[in-house]
């Protein structure tokens, strides 16, 4: 094989208290599909946010060459111009302009502003006959089904004359027969000479497509390997993926597990746009009090889409499924019925679905529980800023006084306002949807505490994270999903990390297979 | 009445991380956050003393003091409606035509069909509500942009109006009437040289206003929370007194205190207090500031937007009736701009665009800035429309330096 078409040196990036990258390698040879895996978060995403300079020259440290050039790319215009495409798994398509529209978006077949269509349109026709999509480019982007837009997402990198294609979860919204088509289309573009990246948690489809994977883990390259004609097996990627050292520390605690608390039978949403797909299926699981039990999964297993679905129907559309508290059938129709029959949901969006931002802690605190701090309607400013004093201190959290406004806060503090929201609210089911995403060391540590003295207190806890050691360091017993099913249900003894990540990658077809 | 009022974040419980904080320092603090309504205050205060020398002191005048009041009431009473629909997040285009179709209405069941004016004005503020909640219902349960659904109640109230008084004026209405706009207070007891009602009144407002502050600072000590410094404290009654016992001095050197400005004055303390006391007025905030997370905390946001947009009718309905009282005639054309008049007030006093920012007081002030600006230039003799150049600077310039602030404080 040629020499390396991209070469990224000793890559470093740093967000304000997080280290999302550190001194990462990772060397693409031309021609060849390279597969980056990683667990979430594991820095991959950032990783391609250099390469493509959405993370501008200057922002991180560490040298891109690319052809053999340094590079220093100020925006992704710039990347693209030297054909570096990035195709994100939320595709950014206008929906409501033409596939050859969209294929020349700000790209447009044009002399002096004025656009050719002439041109725009035979172009654009020839681009779809090379990703083998059968539509006429005066197709709206609506009308088409997911897998066509990936294709045409492809057709506008090769307008955009790609070099080096790089797809963020290609396949992770697609069907299987889609999947497949995409796939040889990769293959196909390899062999005229592009070299591709692309991001997977689908390890069968690595393994079929890559010539070599790059296992990232924490922000760090851990290793490169080069897969033979012989192939590679999933159990060599996890093995790379998963082996963290368990460096945090977890409260010690004996449970007390009690009755059975809170049970989900054969839960099933359907997406909110496409029906036809089912984003949560079949999905049973139960919590006792006193318990902690962990959902893991990777990312579009639809573990947060079952939490917000049960969570008074706030995500997609309700297909099937009962929930039960201590045994009786329960109503969760909407939010309010959830919370008034003591379930709470603490998102793992905080900006966006957590906090009001531009207000202060004190009113954070209250608003899911208002009624606490007021009698007849009036709310007692008084007794409101004395609790949310009494969380301030409990909590630790770090701000000058509870009026402070929430958006002015770091992420864990963020994190803590947001828990003691729905710890005020007094609930018996707690679901903590990746409670500690994106916060420091420290304040990890102390959320770890406050979810066991929750436990030690009676409460049933649900815990949705993607870090496993995480799980394995705080849960009593931890169910996989992957592509909206439960695929395993493990005690805290037995469980591995490999154990849970072959569960956590287990897809339907190869859960067929087994069968 | 309006000075009496305090707005949330100068209550007495403002905060203190550290002892002993030096008193620049509290102030700061106490101001932080509500630059921009204080911000107003002071602009306000700056254009009264500017205007009052450039008129030679007209502008002060206790006759011109009531004309200004009673020529803005209906606009203030819109602004309060106005600010609470904006902190939720959305827009009312249709407050004017609503104003007219409502006046319209009242016009024709009390000079056509010989209502008694009260039945009348019952009716009509039902009207207003339940135009609010025809409104309300597109937007909040159907999920239509406000804009779009007042814009077309913008169209649809002034074809009404234009139905309803098949194009002509309808007049005269009763006194009782007349007066909701026009009226004063009645006078009692022995003759002097001030109206002894009005002065009664100022006292026992005064009175309340600083048994309410005493109380206020007593509660924040027994709940263990630090209060505000006693030198400021005293200040601020000091403040208090001088502003009320000036304005009722004013008030009660001509008529006594309009109708309106009682009217105002109950409004101003009904819906200051619902919006910062109350559990709905929180969600009003909590849904403007963030919608998505205040569903996810119960809040029951469709209902909230829904009542905010049928409190707004009946906002409107009363300023129609305002209006139509001040004119003494129910026409086809009132109501012209009243929307762009009150959504501009609730601005240049302290909403935000995206929603969940503002307060009652912060759409008087702004109603006020305006109005006083329109009065002083009458009175120097600025044509109107360099009148219409100056107030859409003025928008300008105090939503830019808010936006401006914001960003300097890097949020």
């Known amino acids: ?515 | 009445m309006a000075q009496t009022e305090t707005t949330p974040d100068s209550s007495p419980m403002a905060p203190q991380a550290d002892p002993g904080p030096s008193l620049g320092g509290v102030l700061a603090r106490a101001l932080r956050g509500n630059v921009r309504q204080y911000g107003m205050l002071v602009a306000l205060a700056l254009i009264v003393v500017l205007f009052q020398i450039w008129t030679d002191g007209i502008l002060l005048q206790p006759l011109n003091i009531t004309n200004l009041i009673q020529q803005n009431g209906y606009i203030l009473i819109l602004a309060i409606g106005m600010m609470i629909v904006i902190i939720a997040g959305h827009i009312d285009l249709s407050v004017g035509s609503l104003a007219a179709f409502v006046g319209a209405a009242a016009a024709v069941m009390m000079v056509k069909q010989h209502l008694p004016w009260p039945v009348a004005m019952v009716i009509a503020l039902v009207i207003g509500a339940l135009a609010g909640a025809w409104q309300g219902f597109w937007i909040a349960y159907l999920g239509i942009p406000s804009f779009i659904v007042t814009l077309a109640g913008m169209l649809l109230f002034r074809g009404g109006t234009q139905i309803l008084l098949q194009g002509q004026s309808v007049a005269p209405f009763p006194k009782g009437f007349q007066s909701i706009s026009s009226g004063f207070l009645p006078e009692v007891g022995p003759r002097t040289n001030y109206h002894n009602l009005t002065l009664l009144l100022g006292l026992a407002v005064l009175a309340v206003a600083i048994l309410q502050e005493v109380r206020g600072r007593r509660q924040t000590v027994s709940y263990g929370l630090e209060p505000l410094p006693i030198a400021l404290f005293l200040t601020k009654l000091a403040v208090i007194t001088t502003a009320v016992v000036a304005f009722t001095m004013l008030l009660a050197s001509y008529h006594g205190v309009p109708i309106v400005l009682l009217i105002l004055g109950a409004l101003l303390v009904g819906f200051g207090y619902l919006m910062r006391n109350s559990i709905i007025g929180r969600h009003t905030y909590a849904i403007g500031g963030n919608e998505p997370a205040a569903k996810l905390s119960g809040v029951k946001s469709k209902r909230v937007v829904f009542l905010a947009f049928v409190n707004m009718g009946v906002l409107a309905a009363l300023a129609g009736l305002v209006f139509a009282a001040r004119l003494n005639a129910g026409t086809p054309q009132a109501g012209i701009n009243f929307e762009l008049e009150a959504i501009a007030a609730a601005f240049i006093g302290g909403a935000s665009a995206s929603g969940g920012v503002g307060t009652v007081m912060g759409a008087i002030i702004g109603g006020l800035v305006l109005g006083v600006l329109n009065n002083g230039m009458s009175l120097v003799g600025v044509g109107t429309d360099y009148q219409q150049v100056i107030k859409g600077l003025v928008l300008l310039a105090a939503v830019g330096f808010d936006v401006y602030n914001k960003r300097r404080a890097g949020s």
């Not at chain 1, 030297?82 to 950014?92: K, S, T």
């Not at chain 1, 999933?234 to 082996?243: A, C, F």
């Not at chain 1, 902690?292 to 559309?317: H, K, N, P, Q």
Request: charged letters at 25%.
């Open chain 1, 1 to 515: 094989m040629a020499g390396p078409v991209l070469e990224m040196r000793s890559i470093s990036k740093s967000f304000p208290g997080v280290k999302a990258l550190s001194e990462v390698n990772l060397t693409v040879a031309a021609g060849e599909v390279h597969a980056i895996c990683g667990e979430n978060g594991a820095g991959k995403s950032t990783l391609m946010k250099v390469l493509s300079g959405v993370y501008p020259h200057g922002s991180y440290e560490g040298e891109i060459l690319f052809e053999g050039e340094p590079c220093q790319f100020k925006d992704i215009r710039a990347s693209e111009q030297r054909g570096i495409v990035i195709i994100h798994q939320e595709l950014a398509l206008v929906p409501y302009l033409s596939i050859a529209e969209n294929v020349f978006l700000g790209n447009e077949h044009a002399s002096r502003g004025i656009i050719s269509w002439h041109r725009t349109l035979t172009h654009a026709a020839e681009l779809l006959r090379q990703v083998g999509l059968d539509e006429s480019p005066h197709t709206r982007i609506a009308d088409l089904g997911v897998g066509k837009q990936q294709l045409v997402e492809i057709a506008k990198a090769l307008a955009k004359k790609v070099k080096l294609l790089i797809l963020d979860e290609p396949t992770a919204a697609l069907n299987d027969e889609d999947s497949r088509k995409l796939l040889d289309l990769i293959l196909e573009l390899k062999a005229q000479g592009i070299s591709c990246i692309i991001i997977s948690h689908k390890l069968n489809e690595i393994a079929r497509v890559a010539d070599s994977v790059t296992i990232l883990r924490d922000g760090q390259t851990i290793e490169t390997i080069a897969i033979g004609p012989e192939g590679i097996s999933e159990d060599r990627i996890i093995r790379g993926m998963v082996g963290r050292d368990l460096e945090h520390r977890y409260p010690e605690r004996t449970p007390e597990i009690g009755e059975l608390a809170f049970e989900v039978e054969d839960w099933s949403v359907r997406h909110p746009i496409d029906q036809q797909r089912m984003v949560v299926d079949g999905a049973s699981l139960n919590v006792r009090s006193g318990e902690i039990v962990g959902i893991a999964g990777l990312m579009g297993a639809g573990r947060t889409e079952l939490a917000m679905s049960v969570f008074g129907r706030s995500y997609g559309r309700w297909a099937s499924g009962t929930v039960r508290l201590h045994g009786r059938e329960i109503r969760t129709r909407t939010v309010p019925e959830a919370i008034g029959h003591g379930i709470a949901y603490v998102t793992e969006d905080r900006k966006q679905l957590g906090l009001n931002l531009i207000d202060d802690i004190s009113r954070n605190i209250s608003l899911s529980a208002l009624g606490k701090v007021a009698r007849f309607g009036r709310v007692n400013r008084h007794e409101e800023t004395k609790v949310a004093e009494s969380f301030r201190r409990t909590m630790n959290i770090k701000a000058p006084t509870v009026f402070t406004r929430t958006g002015t806060l770091s992420g864990g503090n963020q994190q803590k306002v947001v828990l003691s929201k729905w710890i005020f609210a007094g609930p018996e089911v707690l679901i903590l949807d990746e409670p500690t995403r994106g916060i420091d060391i420290g304040a990890k540590a102390e959320i770890y505490t406050v979810i066991a003295d929750l436990a030690a207190q009676g409460k049933a806890v649900l815990v949705i994270s993607s870090e496993l050691p995480e799980l394995l360091g705080l849960c009593d017993r931890i169910y996989t999903m992957a592509e909206g099913r439960i695929t395993g249900e493990v005690a805290r003894a037995d469980a591995t990390q490999e154990s849970l990540m072959r569960l956590m990658t287990m897809s339907a077809a190869s859960s067929n297979e087994q069968v």
